[in-house]
């Protein structure tokens, strides 16, 4: 039976528990400030039909952050079982959440990849209607080398501004926009190491006049849902790792919390222990002032042993 806590034990949850807890203010600071400015996702929700808007997911995750890691933090500094266990329980829900989501992913991912193609598709046709969304698709074909989404370059038909078909009518004179049987320049092939970008490179390199020969040495022709698909099986290792590592960020505070945990209702436990032999000793001695008193201590239990001129008293204490 320990004699107290285990001091690397209560230290190591601690600056483990603040060091996330300063991660969680500053996201949930971000998450505020983006809130507040309302130029961060401003729009995303009615453009591509989330159900809650990203910033808010931002700061939900950041409160449960700083929440969670506030609660380890003083329940391991302050040695509270109270908060150590719910620290672990919500760790331990979230972990297994987090688990049930992947194997329901893995089981079905053709469902799964059919909402995402009518995610993207649905982004795509906002493209132009929010600078936030347009950054996160360019930034997307440009990181994965991809057009479009799940059938390709052929997705920008969704956009009105990329269509092939979509004239704008001036004076009952029907014209035909610049960016019409285009792609955006996230989807141009870097052939310089410039860094002024051609906004205007995949200009007209959907018309019928363009071969599938000349797209190909000027733009990404894949679709960026496959694109990603590969991304996924080239860097499997890569993805494994980090999934393996926010599964030990998650199980490894939830061990310490348990041990810690033990540790403080053993220590509980031989405090009571000792009271409880005192609480014997004293009433003890005055039960029995004028007794013999004789202790024999095993193992496992106290023989009180007494005796007088004219009886025998024996007692067996058992814990």
Known sequence: MPQEVGCCTKYFLFSFNVLFWIIGLCLLGAGIWAWSEKG?????????????????VVIIIALVMFLLSFSG?????????????????????????????????????DWFHQQFAIFVNKTIKGYRDDPDLQN??????????????????????????????????????????AESCGVPFSCCIKLSTSNVVNTQCGYGLRDVGVSASEQVTKIYTSGCITQFGDWLKTNLYTVAGVFI????????PICFAQNLISDIQAVKAGWYLKFTRFIIFITSLMCFSNHDIFYLRTKERIVLYQHHKHCCLYTLVSF
Do not use: H, M
């Open 40 to 56: 961060f996702f401003d729009n995303l929700t009615a453009i591509s039909n989330l159900p809650i808007d990203p910033v808010l």
């Open 73 to 109: 933090c003083l329940g391991s500094l302050r040695e509270n079982i109270f908060l150590l266990k719910c620290f672990s329980i919500c760790l331990g829900v979230i972990f297994f959440a987090e688990l049930i989501a992947g194997i329901l992913g893995f089981v079905y991912k």
């Open 136 to 177: 996160i698709i360019d930034f997307s074909q440009e990181y994965l080398k991809c057009c479009g989404g799940d059938t390709g370059v052929a997705d920008w038909d969704n956009n009105i501004y990329f269509d092939c078909a979509s004239n704008i009518s001036f004076n009952d004179v029907f014209l035909k926009p």
């Open 245 to 252: 590592g926010v599964a030990l960020i998650q199980i490894v």
